[in-house]
């Protein structure tokens, strides 16, 4: 079975400052990655995926997201973040040769002025 | 721009109702998706549909039922509506072979 696991229910950073979303999966073959963003009283938008390839995914919004297979791990990072970035992350998995994707309990950024 | 339309943003139903939550998609896409969010729960996906007439359960089925009559029309149905199912329903569609999803705005659901 996959699963994933965002063990930060809220992470507060300040503006400016590089922020770090923390991610952890679990499928048994390969890993399609996803991160998604919920505004404030708006739906789920797409920030970027991983499939294969370079470890570093870039995304939307100067985000990005580092896979690393050893650590069974999918970090969304922003170098500098903005109030703006405050908001609700939702990290996802698929295991190849699946069709349900399995989302995450989702993470608070919230990005003080 | 995709665009996935959800029939209510705010519902109110009493227990034992029937209620139909309807989800529209413009982009032609053949697969389409209903989860429902809950807070410290995340997204947990009640049925999937990956054609027209075609749906599989996800991993919260119970108590839910799907139709997908029309390509761009995916249906949620609450059969008898218990208030357990308060929450904010989102619905989502995507293009056969590819994983990004397209979600709808949300319809908030409370049962009283």
């Known amino acids: 079975a996959q699963s994933v696991a965002q063990p930060e229910d809220q992470v507060n950073v300040a503006e400016g400052n590089p922020l770090t979303v923390k991610c952890t999966y679990s499928v048994s073959g390969n890993p399609y990655l996803f991160w998604y963003v919920q505004y404030p009283n708006r739906g789920l938008q797409f920030l970027l995926k991983?499939?294969?390839?370079?470890?570093l995914v870039k995304g939307s919004y100067g985000f990005e997201a580092e896979f690393n297979k050893s650590q069974t791990s999918f970090h969304l990072k922003k170098p500098s973040a903005l109030v703006s970035d405050s908001a609700l992350y939702f990290c996802a998995v698929r295991e190849g040769g699946y069709q349900k994707v399995t989302f995450g309990t989702g993470t608070k950024l919230q990005v003080i002025p | 721009d995709v665009k996935v339309t959800q029939s209510s943003r705010y519902l109110v139903k009493r227990t034992g109702e029937k209620v139909f939550l309807e989800c529209v998609q413009d982009m032609d896409h053949e697969n389409m998706f209903w989860y429902r969010q809950d807070p410290g729960l995340g997204l947990r996906l009640i049925y999937f549909?990956?054609?027209?007439?075609?749906?599989e359960k996800g991993d919260i089925p119970e108590g839910y039922s799907v139709s997908r009559e029309k390509k761009e029309r995916f249906s949620l149905i609450l059969e008898s509506a218990s208030t357990n199912q308060t929450s904010m329903y989102l619905c989502a569609s995507s293009l056969l072979g590819t994983d990004t999803q397209y979600f709808g705005p949300g319809t908030r659901l409370t049962v009283l």
């Open positions: 549909s990956y054609d027209v007439k075609m749906k």
């Open positions: 991983y499939i294969t390839g370079d470890n």
